[in-house]
């Protein structure tokens, strides 16, 4: 992509959406303005770090603080046996993501349920005091065997009573799936596992909270993808009002879900601060962070069958993922099998594994990333007996319902997908027998596959306000979470009135602006947006009704529907020399600014007739060093159709770091639990492998054109979690290609092709 | 059957160690510190000196969101202890700029949107200006070899390559196999 100035000054009638401007947040990222919840330094600051259990099972039969706290500077330390009093019941500990269950509470008594609980903070005057007097903290445990064993729990066939927010349990079994699967004459059978995976964002979570010394008002400086989120969990969890717990995130280090529920530094910084009246920050160290939620490990058995000619008769996909003892954690694993192709026969089961692991957490398109690695992975070991392209196989069995809901999609432009993806990568030159193409020693592998996510929008409000000047300032309490929030924003905000960018300011991560939603789910550009782009519109009808009241307005008698804002005026449609300067309205309102708040809420009647979602086709190649079994990717390209694009710069950024994703779950991510200890033994990033600068090519993106008036009034459809879906498998398709050998357990480490 | 386990950590031996002079020049400007031992460069920088722009990722050398340059070479300043760079010349992300006109690595980055979270993002830059004071790069390739100390977890790197390629003039490898 080439430099900068897509928007030239001079070109002040350029509509904003739709362009690649450069973010707005940008100069405060590279010059390190950008302030993270750990870098709010305020005045008298202690620090807490926390002693973590040694033992995953079993209980705490002496905690001693006392050599820790001989030490002078060291001012507290917490435990289960010193805490303050804490509410009695489950209610008072979720939040809005919390699955059904007990949710784990801090400190709360004796009882450990996985490795590397929290158990103690200690607080000191400075961090590496707190940091020493807590390897000082004497812990004697009765440690219990712990049960980490996933693929023990089959014969249990749990399944969640109910599931937690967006689950939906796989439907019925349609069709005759038995039957249909016994009498196909093609067909493929296999057990498909991966790990468990650790977001791992760059910045370790962090919570800093100000004491005001005004009753128990706080700051609360937290890591997180909801300001609100982490403010209704203070509050019910500490009897706080809303006015004394201030939740402020400007800026987040990377969340991939690990932000969507609040971590236990939340908790134990509140705590402390309130405990001891003092202004107290809580880092967790890189290893802590394995201590929390993950993207569960789960065994997939998937079956499917064809006739000869490559119709698809048969689906069978059960799922089996880990959760903990206390909280049942569901993510939709099994259902994609049901909607992705064609088919009348499909049985879908999805089973819980409940083991003595912290419970997992969404991480980046959670149980999309999951299930497509089984159908698409199996798709391809389908199309290699079947001998047919798998492409071809795509567009035979394309579904142009959703079966499972039995509704048609509101858009989908998948074809186009495979089409344009097809051709950039130059598909058709793909020799289709495995171990056939070479490039000098290195074995070539090209694959391919389908990604599929949610398009949604949930309920946001925002605020806007017009100075006399034409400043615009616009608010929600929403995140950006590198997403790009504030500059999609700001583009919607600036077209809405016609202003340059420059003019408008987005806020947000605070939570005395108007309510908006986490940021998860895909759904911000959707959901904050459209409610940017109405209370936008309101302020622009105010403005619109001032410039009618200058004498001898050439907009008089004009609808609101008569007019354009553009280039900082209000002019008519029809005859765009008719016109009146924004600043010129304004000063009708004797200098007062324009105010608006406004709501926006999803057109549910409208979209639940559709199935609604993005999609995707992914291309890679790679080369396998026949020797050494070393995977490389050498390139890449990613066809999305995710409805309309606000700003290519910052939707291609999305893709990119998807596909990255993808590539890294693929040959590189896993959580390595030993089975005796229930720890996660690789717990840093030396062992646990992201994938570095090196381990990624070029990578193409192209946004197929996807027009969609059903998903929302902005026609968008979320792009943070459709371009990883479908990339492992894409990977594990090249590399059988390259190889001949199917590798079923990811990630594809080269220990397997050996 | 449970049994017992217990954390087997020494007594303490010493009081905390006290604190000592350090004398840090930091993007031109002399500081006087009175820190501990063991302090990092990279805590004496964050707590101590407010200068935040310097990330902590791990704190184990393994992410490099804390790379600046100590008298011109990039370092992670989590494995270094401000004690022993009495004396040093260090630049920080902070100190890049000069006045309103971006570091070239600055604009470059923003510019090719190599960053989405940014919070590796100084750690990124001042590797890039370590990266061509080291004078090694002859092909992109080599960019995403020597930039492989640096994590981003958004996955920026085909970004980030290019931003410092345009910063650099790097031409891509001959033999690549890019479409």
């Known amino acids: 992509m080439t430099s900068s100035s897509y928007i030239s000054a001079t070109d002040k009638t350029r509509k904003q959406v739709g362009q690649p401007a450069s973010r707005v947040d940008g100069r405060l990222k590279v010059t390190g303005q950008a302030k993270y919840a750990g870098e709010f330094n305020v005045p008298d600051l202690l620090y807490g770090v926390v002693v973590s259990s040694a033992i995953a099972k079993g209980k705490i039969t002496t905690l001693d603080p006392s050599a820790a706290l001989s030490l002078p500077g060291v001012v507290q330390v917490f435990s289960h046996e010193n805490r303050p009093s804490l509410p009695w019941f489950d209610r008072s500990y979720r939040d809005d993501d919390t699955p059904p269950g007990s949710p784990f509470r801090p400190l709360y008594d004796a009882e450990i349920k996985f490795s590397q ?27 219990e065997t712990p049960d980490v064993e996933l693929s023990s729990k089959w014969k249990d066939e749990y399944k969640a009573p109910t599931g937690k927010i967006g689950y939906e349990k796989p439907p019925k079994p349609r069709g005759k799936p038995k039957e249909a699967m016994a009498a196909a004459p093609v067909k493929v059978d296999a057990e498909y596992t991966h790990a468990a995976e650790h977001h791992n964002p760059m910045e370790l979570f962090t919570t800093t909270v100000e004491w005001l010394g ?3 008002k706080l700051n609360i400086f937290d890591k997180t993808q909801g300001v609100i989120n982490s403010q209704t969990y203070v509050t019910r969890v500490f009897g706080l009002s809303k006015e004394e717990a201030h939740v402020v995130s400007p800026f987040m280090g990377g969340g991939f879900g690990s932000g969507l529920r609040p971590q236990y530094q939340l908790f134990l910084s509140v705590l402390a601060a309130l405990e001891l009246k003092r202004s107290v920050r809580v880092t967790l160290t890189r290893q802590q962070m394995f201590s929390f939620g993950h993207r569960p490990a789960t065994i997939q058995q998937i079956a499917l069958g064809a006739a000869e000619d490559g119709t698809l008769q048969a689906v069978r996909h059960d799922a089996l993922a880990e959760t903990s003892q206390f909280e049942d954690y569901t993510e939709v694993v099994v259902n994609w099998s049901g909607s992705m192709y064609q088919c009348d026969n499909v049985e879908l089961r999805h089973f819980l594994g409940k083991l003595d692991v912290y419970t997992p957490l969404d991480m980046r398109a959670p149980g999309g990333v999951t299930g497509m690695i089984a159908l698409e992975s199996a798709v391809d070991e389908l199309c290699a007996r079947l001998g047919m392209d798998p492409i071809e196989f795509r567009l035979k069995n394309y579904a142009e319902r959703d079966q499972n809901k039995d509704l048609p999609f509101s858009s989908k432009e998948l074809r ?40 949604q929008q949930a309920i946001a409000s925002a605020k806007a306000t017009l100075s006399a000047l034409g400043q615009l300032v616009v608010s929600s309490a929403t995140s950006d979470i590198g997403t790009g929030t504030y500059t999609i924003m700001t583009q919607l905000a600036a077209d809405a009135l016609g202003l340059p960018m420059e003019a408008v300011r987005f806020q947000l991560g605070d939570t005395s602006l108007p309510a908006a939603p986490f940021e998860g789910g895909s759904l911000t550009a959707a959901t904050v947006g459209t409610a940017v782009k109405n209370v936008c519109d309101a302020v622009a009808k105010q403005v619109f009704k001032l410039a009618q009241k200058i004498d001898n307005s050439p907009l008089k008698g004009a609808d609101f529907d008569d007019v354009e804002f553009v280039g900082g005026r209000i002019q008519l449609r029809r005859d765009t020399t008719q016109s009146v300067g924004l600043t010129e309205a304004m000063a009708q309102g004797n200098g007062e600014p324009i105010e608006e708040t406004s709501t926006a809420i999803p057109n549910l009647l409208k979209q639940l007739q559709y199935a609604r979602n993005s999609h995707s086709a992914i291309f890679v190649e790679v080369e396998v060093d026949e020797d050494y079994g070393t995977i490389r990717v050498t390139r890449a390209v990613s066809a999305i ?32 639990l030993d089975l005796s200890f229930g720890r996660f033994m690789n717990h840093n990033l030396s062992e646990y492998h992201v994938a570095v600068n090196a381990d990624i090519p070029p990578i193409e993106v192209i946004f197929v054109e996807e027009n969609d008036s059903i998903v929302n009034p902005l026609g968008v459809k979320g792009l943070g979690e459709v371009g990883i879906v479908g990339v492992a498998a894409a990977v594990g398709n090249a590399v059988y290609h390259a190889t001949g050998r199917r590798v079923r357990h990811f990630p594809i480490t080269l220990d397997k092709l050996l | 059957m449970p049994h017992l386990i217990s954390s087997s950590r020494p007594e303490p031996t010493a009081a905390p160690p006290p604190a000592v002079a350090v004398a840090l020049t930091i993007n031109g400007q002399p500081y006087q510190l009175q820190v501990a031992p063991w302090v990092t460069l990279l805590d004496a920088l964050r707590e101590y000196l407010d200068f935040t722009g310097t990330k902590k990722g791990c704190d184990h050398g393994q992410c490099g969101a804390c790379t600046v340059l100590v008298d011109g070479k990039r370092i992670n300043s989590c494995l270094t202890l401000a004690v022993m760079k009495d004396g040093a010349d260090i630049t920080t992300i902070e100190g890049l700029a000069n006045g309103d006109a971006l570091h070239p690595f600055q604009q470059a980055f923003i510019d090719h949107d190599a960053f989405q979270c940014g919070y590796c993002t100084p750690g990124q830059i001042c590797s890039a200006v370590g990266l061509q004071n080291e004078g090694k790069v002859k092909t992109t390739d080599d960019i995403r070899e020597l930039m492989s100390g640096n994590i981003c977890r958004c996955g920026a790197y085909p970004n980030i390559v290019d931003a410092i390629a345009e910063v650099l003039n790097t031409p891509p490898p001959l033999s690549s196999s890019a479409a």
């Open chain 1, 117 to 143: 609980q929290p158990i103690a903070l200690v607080v000191a005057h400075t961090f590496e005091l707190a940091r020493y007097a807590a390897s000082l903290v004497r812990v004697e445990y009765a440690a």
């Open chain 1, 214 to 216: 005004d009753g128990q």
């Open chain 1, 416 to 455: 186009a997908c495979y089409r344009q993806g097809a051709e950039k990568f130059g598909w058709a030159h793909r020799s289709p027998e495995p171990r056939s193409m070479r490039r000098g020693t290195t074995l070539i592998g090209w694959g391919m596959a389908t990604g599929v996510w949610d398009a």
């Open chain 1, 641 to 672: 159709a995710g409805g309309r694009i606000l700003n290519p710069k910052t939707a291609r950024s999305q893709i990119l770091g998807a596909v990255v994703w993808g590539i890294s779950m693929a040959l590189h991510e896993e959580s390595l």
